[in-house]
């Protein structure tokens, strides 16, 4: 069988082959996103209670892991588009597992942060950034509906793996629970990536960037697409970072008590991964920009509601919750479209910092406005930072 481009394609681009290859990687997704991001969701208070540090330092420690992910997503990029995703993948687990390790073993608080800069490379080299641009590796133009069926599986890292870290905690202490985990990276992550994923080289089509090829430089219209899209990704990352860590504060602010916001914000993962269940049932048939505008759309309606203090909150968190899940797809598959898969894995790499470190700093910063001036005012910045990546995505279509 010939692949467009005169290469060959790998026995991966049977549709077999290509299931397989996805449902390992959204294995890992939830083993990785439940593991490192969401780990501090459950365990923070516990390792507060513990070891009596400060609990905004241990919830500040996310922050320093993701800005230590945002310095790294470049390089992780042209790794992946030199040598292939699964050594990269496998390295992102391997320093998950070592990072997991030394905070479990951590005496202090300062060795507790320097684990957690471990693992902010592990996400780097592991999360959805990097599973992105491992299938933009691997399928070129056509990777835009793995994309969307791997967001699928990542939608549920927190729903499976928020309760077995509360099982962990409650059965064998933090410090167990992060063993545990540990564990999971090294012997079951790691050996799945091996088995499933390709040594290198994409199913079909050119090769891309990699050892020996000239450095990916943009100029014109492809610069103007990318800083663009740089900066939709970044304000969407603020709002989605603060909304994740802020969202039951913000409910409760706003005069809901803990129970209501609870189960209000139980919304959003079912409409997630509802919204990502739709984009896959349209089968790829309009442009991906659509998608990044639905998705800013939504978010845009969800946190007016919010901030106009509509009464029916569940609502509200539904067309925000469906909208964060749609972008979640769009910034995997809109560079993709639009400035091409050759270099989709270094570009890729190059977005993803901005927008990494913007979610490492956010949290604390509306934290800080949450505290001064209010909830109004928190949801009142995010409507204007949605707005934003509104006007940045209608210039991008007009640039198209």
Request: hydrophobic share 60%.
């Amino acid at each position: 069988m010939t692949a467009p481009g005169g290469g060959t394609a790998s026995v991966a681009a049977a549709p077999g082959a290509a299931r397989g290859i996805i449902v390992a990687l959204g294995v890992v997704q939830i083993l990785t996103w439940g593991s490192s991001y969401y780990l501090l969701a459950v365990l923070a208070a516990p390792i507060a209670g513990d070891t009596g540090w400060p609990l905004q330092w241990v919830v500040g420690s996310l922050s320093l892991g993701l800005l230590v992910a945002g310095f790294a997503s470049p390089r992780v990029g042209a790794l992946v588009g030199a040598h292939g995703g699964r050594p990269v993948l496998m390295a992102g687990c391997a320093l998950l597992s070592l990072g997991l390790l030394v905070i479990a073993l951590a005496p202090s608080l300062t060795l507790f942060a320097l684990g957690w800069c471990i693992i902010g490379a592990g996400m780097a080299a592991s999360l959805y950034d990097a599973a992105f641009a491992t299938l933009g590796h691997l399928y070129g133009a056509s990777a835009r509906r793995p994309i969307t069926s791997l967001t699928l599986w990542g939608g549920f890292a927190s729903t499976v793996c928020w309760p077995i870290s509360a099982f962990l905690a409650a059965h064998l202490g933090w410090r167990g629970a992060c063993l545990t985990y540990a564990a999971v990276q090294a012997v079951v992550c790691i050996p799945l990536l091996a088995v499933a994923l390709p040594a290198q080289g994409r199913t079909s089509g050119p090769r891309g960037a990699g050892a020996g090829r000239p450095p990916v430089v943009l100029r014109g219209a492809e610069l103007t697409s990318f800083l663009l899209l740089g900066g939709i990704v970044t304000l969407a990352g603020v709002i989605a970072s603060t909304m994740s860590v802020q969202v039951l504060a913000l409910l409760n602010a706003k005069g809901f008590s803990l129970a209501e916001a609870v189960a209000a914000g139980a919304v959003l993962g079912p409409s997630q991964v509802a919204a990502r269940a739709i984009e896959q049932a349209s089968g790829g048939r309009h442009h991906p920009l659509w998608t990044m505008t639905w998705a800013l759309g939504l978010m845009a309606v969800g946190l007016a509601l919010l901030a106009a203090g509509f009464p029916l909150i569940a609502a509200a968190l539904v067309a925000y919750g469906a909208g964060n899940g749609l972008f979640s797809i769009a910034k995997g598959s809109v560079p993709l479209a639009l400035l091409g898969a050759e270099r989709y894995p270094v570009l890729a790499g190059r977005l993803a910092r901005p927008a990494l470190l913007a979610q490492a700093l956010a949290p604390l910063g509306a934290a800080y406005v949450l505290t001064f001036a209010g909830a109004g005012a928190v949801l009142g910045l995010l409507v204007m930072l949605a707005l934003g990546a509104g006007v940045l995505l209608g210039l991008l279509w007009l640039s198209r």
